[in-house]
């Protein structure tokens, strides 16, 4: 059972380059999340998508985009990247927001900005 | 916005010991997950709850949400190093979706 999918596992930019996270789920989700985790802290959400096609901002946005073509795939896209993005990157889906609808998470994306 | 605390920020017990971890909201919580993160990989659903003054449990694990449902806990018994890592309490929240405590950090010393 694949459930979410991210790649890459670690990836090293430097300051300015950009580059394209991955995320894939088979569990036909609707609902689809990005979150970063700095060092020592919780989860901050950076963007959510509850369909394809949709998406919204979450509590980071700033310095990141995101698409949502297929109900499988949410690519997460920094743009210029800063050292502040330093970060570790998780993907997550659920079926709903309903009571019940737990999110099911990505082995994550470790991600350093030089 | 809705927020949640976590206490303690770390805890380091001897094999065996028993524990609590406590999550607070800021609001009345409508459904509180609880997730568990092993070092440098994701996080696993541990247990939800949804009804004032719920209680369930897993194997050595049971969290509880109060009658207020504004506090859950967390409590391990006879700690295993197996339970170290990470605990999380996360809930979904009007406006801002899902937001998530800062976590706890449990070591459990064999």
């Known amino acids: 059972n694949a459930g979410v999918t991210q790649t890459p596992k670690f990836r090293i930019l430097k300051i300015g380059q950009s580059m394209t996270l991955q995320c894939t789920q088979d569990?036909?989700?609707?609902?689809m999340y990005w979150y970063r985790q700095d060092p020592g802290m919780g989860l901050k959400l950076i963007y959510y998508?509850?369909?394809?096609?949709?998406?919204d901002k979450g509590e980071v946005p700033n310095g990141y985009n995101v698409s949502r073509s297929t109900t499988e795939d949410f690519p997460l896209r920094l743009e210029l990247a800063a050292p502040s993005q330093t970060s570790v990157y998780f993907c997550?889906?659920?079926?709903?927001?309903?009571?019940?609808?737990?999110?099911?998470f990505g082995a994550g994306t470790r991600l350093s900005v030089l | 916005s809705q927020e949640l605390e976590q206490s303690p920020q770390s805890l380091i017990v001897q094999e065996g010991k028993n524990l609590t971890i406590n999550c607070t909201s800021s609001k009345t919580l409508y459904g509180l997950y609880w997730y568990k993160q092993k070092y440098g990989e994701g996080l696993i659903f541990l247990m939800m709850?949804?009804?004032?003054?719920e209680e369930k449990s897993h194997e050595k694990i049971t969290a509880k949400l109060d009658e207020k449902k504004q506090q859950s806990s967390l409590h391990i018994t006879a700690s295993q190093p197996s339970h170290a890592g990470i605990y999380l309490c996360g809930a979904d929240s009007y406006g801002q979706n899902f937001v998530f405590g800062p976590g706890t950090r449990l070591s459990v010393l064999p």
């Open positions: 998508s509850v369909g394809a096609g949709i998406t």
């Open positions: 997550a889906s659920r079926e709903g927001v309903a009571a019940k609808n737990i999110q099911y």
């Open positions: 709850l949804q009804k004032g003054g």
């Open positions: 569990m036909n989700h609707n609902y």
